[in-house]
Nanobody
């Protein structure tokens, strides 16, 4: 079992920055693929960024060059640095941890943190 707790959301002006953190409890954090997803009102949840156990990263096209995902396995934490924020980045951001072992998918979600980009 893995528990995920996000922090760092808030209100920021367009062009500003925020750093989200997701602290994980439980075992084997370093073996999980960690991802950040977001859901805006009236829209489907979408993948923002993900980082594998080996450190490979992928990003949604809309955030590439502005957002950076990273992980600190010693602290069981994954981060999302968000720069040059736009109003369209406004959403609830949720952390996800998943891995597959012996044919079983282990998939966990945090409760989410609100990010609002507005002047």
């Amino acid at each position: 079992q893995v528990q995920l707790v996000e922090s760092g959301g808030g209100l920021v002006q367009p062009g500003g920055s925020l750093r989200l953190s997701c602290a994980a409890s439980g075992s084997f954090f370093s073996t999980y693929v960690m991802g950040w997803y977001r859901q805006a009102p009236g829209k489907q949840r979408e993948l923002v960024a993900a980082i594998t156990a080996g450190g490979s990263r992928n990003y949604a096209g809309s955030v590439k060059g502005r957002f950076t995902i990273s992980r600190d396995n010693a602290k069981n934490t994954v981060y999302l640095q968000m720069n040059s924020l736009k109003p369209e980045d406004t959403a609830v951001y949720s952390c996800n941890a998943n891995r597959r072992r012996d044919g079983v998918l282990y998939n966990y979600w945090g409760q989410g943190t609100q990010v609002t980009v507005s002047s």
